[in-house]
């Protein structure tokens, strides 16, 4: 219960510091002319709609960071906090600086990720060079030594695995964000579902930065939320895979016998990110198949993703995005019980899964007719 408060702690800075600043940005969206124009073929909006609301994300989650990591975490370490009804945060503070380069490193990445979906959102990017800076940001964290591992030794098949997962989730995020809410719902239904992976398996860094994200998605959401006042736009769409794309790298799913845990039942864990994820990654799959089967470019984009297939079923645009938040949410809490299922449970959990993703399917295919 003491690290719950650490938590609801971080996350609402985030959340307060995102309510502020994206009023700032929808502002300054209209000074700089950072808007998305009306387009009939694939964009839905009627007027011309600010862009600069990943700044806004982006901004409360480093501002959120930083000031804890620069003012407070320092203070934190010369104050015993258990009077309070806090952990004795002390005890964590020298760990918490000795990985100060891989949180510098996070935030360049994150900082990278805003810059080219800055640069994309003004001067409409080609895919090639967009492609190969996202392959370069996510090679830079990869050499922090941030890394997926799956049971793997090898250094080389490590890094290339790292650098084709944030590359492939950041593109997975920026293809869903095609509805009013929709990315940055998700977004904050997938950061406090790691958050709760990590929080649960006292790996509380990586808590502290998911309930951060969180924060700063859900205090944006009032702005986004049908009828949108800001967009998240390219930045902040970038942004958000990224973040979701890292934090799952570092969490450790799977435990091996020792002092602090018990041993994971299956290595089926090493999974919860993909069914997190799942909805994402399911949707851009889809996208790309039905561009490749009607001989399209497959990063030009359209209106046949997921949600506007549902609301071509006859559903409203804020039921649809509530729809796949709730297909999200569930498939993400099925994911969670795979830490503590044995080999014939965690079967079940994934016969549901792809129970649910088959339901999904026939609804696309409603919706594509």
């Not at 709730?326 to 080999?343: K, N």
Request: glycine content about 8%; charged content about 10%; aromatic content about 10%.
């Amino acid at each position: 219960m003491r690290w719950l408060l650490v938590y609801l702690y971080a996350f609402n800075v985030s959340f307060v510091l995102a309510l502020v600043f994206t009023p700032v940005f929808r502002r300054l969206s209209h000074q700089w002319n950072f808007l998305d124009q009306p387009n009939l073929e694939r964009k839905i909006h009627e007027q011309a709609m600010p862009l600069l609301g990943g700044m806004a994300v982006f901004c409360a989650f480093a501002g959120n960071v930083l000031l804890n990591y620069i003012a407070i975490l320092p203070l934190v370490r010369m104050t015993d906090l258990t009077r309070f009804g806090l952990p004795d945060l002390r005890l964590y503070a020298p760990g918490a600086f000795s990985i100060s380069y891989k949180l510098l490193v996070l935030l360049a990445g994150g900082a990278g990720m805003v810059a080219l979906g800055l640069y994309d959102d003004r001067h409409d990017l080609k895919a090639r060079p967009k492609l190969l800076w996202q392959l370069a940001i996510a090679s830079v964290v990869a050499l922090a030594g941030m890394r997926v591992t799956l049971f793997v030794s090898n250094p080389l098949v490590s890094f290339v695995l790292t650098v084709l997962w944030i590359v492939t989730i950041t593109n997975a995020l920026n293809f869903l964000d095609n509805m009013d809410g929709l990315c940055a719902g998700v977004g904050a239904i997938c950061a406090m579902l790691f958050a709760f992976v990590s929080g649960i398996q006292e790996q509380y860094f990586v808590c502290v930065l998911a309930v951060g994200l969180a924060g700063a998605l859900v205090g944006f959401l009032p702005y986004n939320f049908k009828p949108a006042s800001i967009f998240l736009g390219d930045a902040g769409s970038h942004f958000v895979g990224y973040m979701l794309a890292v934090l799952p790298v570092l969490t450790t799913f799977y435990h091996s016998a020792g002092p602090r845990h018990a041993e994971t039942p299956t290595h089926l864990p090493v999974l919860i990110p993909l069914l997190v994820l799942a909805v994402p990654l399911f949707d851009l799959v889809m996208v790309m198949w039905i561009r490749l089967r009607r001989r399209q470019p497959v990063h030009i984009g359209d209106a046949n993703h997921l949600s506007h297939r549902l609301v071509r079923l006859g559903l409203p645009q804020s039921r649809a995005v509530t729809l796949i938040y709730l297909i999200t949410l569930t498939l993400g809490l099925g994911a969670i019980v795979l830490l503590w299922s044995d080999l014939t449970a965690a079967l079940i959990v994934l016969a549901q899964a792809f129970g649910i993703l088959a339901i999904v399917t026939l609804l696309e295919r409603l919706g594509r007719k």
